[in-house]
C-alpha cells in the first residue's frame, strides 16, 4: 500500500496533480488536497508527482 502526501508549503495550486489524477487530488482554495491518501497501487499518483513542478507530491 502506498502513502499519499502533499507538502502545503511547497503547494503552489497549478492544479497539475488534479488534472492529472482526480480521483486522488483535487483543489481546495489555492492549494491542492489528497483525497485518496492511501491506494494499494499507483497509477496517475506517480505521474502526478514526477509532473509536480515544486516536488510538492510525497509517496511512500
Known amino acids: 500500500m502506498a502513502k499519499i502526501k502533499i507538502d502545503e508549503k511547497k503547494c503552489i ?10 480521483k486522488s487530488f ?14 494499494d497501487k499507483t497509477t496517475c499518483e ?9 516536488d510538492a507530491i510525497i509517496i511512500s
Request: aromatic content about 0%; some cysteine; charged content about 30%.
Open 13 to 22: 495550486g497549478c492544479s497539475l496533480c488534479s488534472e492529472l489524477c482526480p
Open 26 to 39: 483535487e483543489l481546495r482554495g489555492d492549494k491542492a488536497v489528497v483525497k485518496k491518501p492511501n491506494v
Open 46 to 54: 506517480k505521474e502526478a508527482a514526477d509532473s509536480c513542478p515544486v
